[in-house]
């Protein structure tokens, strides 16, 4: 009998081109995702070299991280007020005009988030290597696909030859037992996942997700978990295939279609872990201690649940963690002991790749409706991650709830998640996000 493999095992395994005595493998590449910020290198290069895309068909470009989220200045993108952002986006549509490469700007109703359009236009599906010049592609392995971040210089590398060579990982399962109490979501759930590891204890490793609770999410939940295994320290982020992702495919434009659609799900079937399958780590997690949880320092593993208090640095007993939460807490003027629920904030932002869904606004609008921006809340921003869930929540009329109750109703893109763009914080003050990342000065300096 063959021996188990790991979904993992089974994505590596079969896009091997070559592979050398150390391990190093060169993996095939099925789908690139490109955006302005770290692709005018890679095809400079490809210029200079004079190459040009092997499978351009391959390649999906958007632009997400800084283009503009209101009406007013991103009717062209001459309007786009950012000399650099205006001109990496006049860039990359002239390289994708230039290379034959499917381009959805700011004009399209596809533009958004890459790692949100790629999965609802049929882009990612199972079984396939996905990558981009972006950290969070790891969002893209809740389909089963082996997906992960690259360098700029990778990027050209993977225009050019469809090709990357990689060192194989070490595989760690995460298993959720149980069911999610009321009022947790997968965000909370990832959230406890970082806080057990830590920021780095997931480096070196594909994780997979999975378990009961890892069943009843929805293929949103799940992008939501694989999009902050990298906030673990983990490149890959995975869960196997179920009936569930193949229902999210079906009728999606770059999914396979009609007589290709049963020969398809007949081979994604295959792409789960086998009962016995080898894990060179296991943590597993019982869902009932999950809790609504949120980071109060800036580091994503510096968590606590909302019915908590700010941690007090001196009853931690590692002098390095104890150091990181001291200069966090002066950073976030925050005092141990401080009741979480009793932080002022002044900003609010809904959005990102890792909660800017259509069962994320869902779920915002639902708690908002009938309610009131506090005064004390200067700016509070509703991003949808893409032109197709912004269309879709609106025809819910999800928009009109969140203007009503004081939200700003924004345009697609990555805005408030990173300073990249005008949606930015001042400096000193503090945003409940629902996005990944709490890093110093990420949301604008000294914010
Ligand atoms: C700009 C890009 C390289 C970066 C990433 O890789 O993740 C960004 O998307 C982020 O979230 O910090
Ligand atoms: S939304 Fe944020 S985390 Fe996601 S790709 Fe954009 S900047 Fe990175």
């Not at 395994?13 to 590449?29: A, K, N, P, R, W």
């Not at 872990?273 to 019982?286: C, G, Y």
């Not at 805005?415 to 604008?444: H, I, K, W, Y």
């Amino acid at each position: 009998m063959d021996r188990p493999s790991s979904l993992f095992d089974k994505l590596w395994q079969s896009h091997v081109v070559h592979q050398d005595e150390d391990g190093t493998t060169l993996l095939y590449i099925d789908r690139h995702l490109v955006y302005e910020v770290t692709s005018p290198q890679a095809f400079e290069g490809l210029r200079l070299n004079g190459r040009s895309p092997r499978r351009p068909e391959t390649v999906i470009a958007t632009v997400d991280h800084n283009v503009p989220t209101t009406t007013k200045e991103r009717h062209s993108t001459d309007s786009i007020p950012d000399i650099l952002s205006r001109q990496q986006v006049k860039q990359l549509e002239k390289n994708c005009k230039e290379f034959n490469i499917n381009f959805f700007g700011l004009g399209s109703r596809n533009q958004g988030i890459i790692h949100v359009i790629g999965p609802e236009l049929g882009g990612t599906l199972p079984g396939m290597t996905v990558v981009a010049g972006d950290s969070h592609t790891s969002t893209h392995g809740a389909f089963g696909a082996l997906a992960f971040g690259v360098g700029t210089s990778d990027v050209e590398h993977v225009l050019a030859t469809q090709c990357l060579a990689m060192k194989p990982m070490k595989q760690m399962l995460v298993k959720i037992e149980g069911t999610l109490p009321f009022n947790t979501s997968a965000k909370d759930l990832i959230l406890t996942v970082i806080q057990r590891l830590g920021a780095g204890g997931g480096a070196g490793y594909a994780i997979e997700f999975d378990g009961p609770v890892i069943r009843q999410l929805s293929m949103e939940g799940r992008m939501t978990i694989c999009n902050m295994a990298i906030e673990a320290g983990a490149r890959v982020g995975l869960v196997s295939v179920d009936e569930k992702t193949i229902d999210y495919l079906r009728n999606r434009p770059y999914a396979p279609q009609k007589r290709y659609w049963d020969a398809a799900v007949t081979r994604w079937q295959s792409l789960v872990s086998d009962p016995e399958a080898h894990f060179d780590k296991t943590l597993v997690i019982e869902a009932s201690t999950i809790r609504p949880m949120v980071t109060w320092g800036t580091s994503p593993d510096m968590v606590s649940s909302v019915d908590d208090v700010v941690p007090d640095p001196d009853d931690e007993v590692n002098p390095v963690k104890r150091e990181g939460m001291r200069r966090a807490l002066e950073y976030m003027k925050l005092l141990p002991g401080t009741p979480i629920r009793s932080i002022q904030i002044d900003k609010v932002f809904i959005g990102s790749c890792t909660n800017s869904r259509i069962e994320d606004l869902r779920a915002a609008a639902a708690i908002v409706a009938g309610k009131s921006v506090s005064p004390t809340v200067r700016q509070a921003l509703v991003v949808p991650g893409s032109g197709l869930v912004k269309e879709q929540a609106e025809a819910e009329g999800l928009d009109l709830i969140f203007k009503k109750s004081g939200f700003e109703w924004r345009e697609p893109g990555c805005s408030m998640c990173l300073g990249m763009n005008d949606d930015r914080l001042a400096p000193g003050e503090r945003c409940a996000s629902t996005s990944n990342r709490n890093f110093e000065g990420r949301q604008g300096t000294g914010g």
